[in-house]
């Protein structure tokens, strides 16, 4: 007997990590050129919109692997 996999649960863990992947590049990158500077001049509202978008980075990423593992492993 072949273990199988669940297909429609390993697209979706890898569509949520596709979203994930510009952002994490992203995130840092803008904190860089837009967010540390803007952030000396005492505006928050740029840094505050840019750690944002790195914890939902973060938490599209744990969402897509989490997807993958379970579609892996699922117990049914």
């Known amino acids: ?4 996999s669940n ?3 390993l697209v979706k863990g890898l569509t949520f990590l596709a ?8 995130g840092p990158a803008f904190y860089y050129w837009v967010g540390a500077p803007a ?4 505006a928050w509202g740029w840094t ?5 978008m ?3 980075a973060a938490a599209f990423a ?8 379970d579609g892996f492993f699922d117990h049914k």
């Open 19 to 26: 979203i994930a992947f510009p952002f994490l590049f992203a």
């Open 39 to 42: 952030l000396r001049e005492g």
């Open 7 to 9: 297909k429609e649960k």
């Open 54 to 56: 790195m914890f939902s």
């Open 62 to 69: 744990v969402r897509g692997i989490a997807l993958i593992l």
């Open 48 to 52: 505050a919109f840019i750690v944002l």
């Open 1 to 4: 007997m072949r273990p199988s």
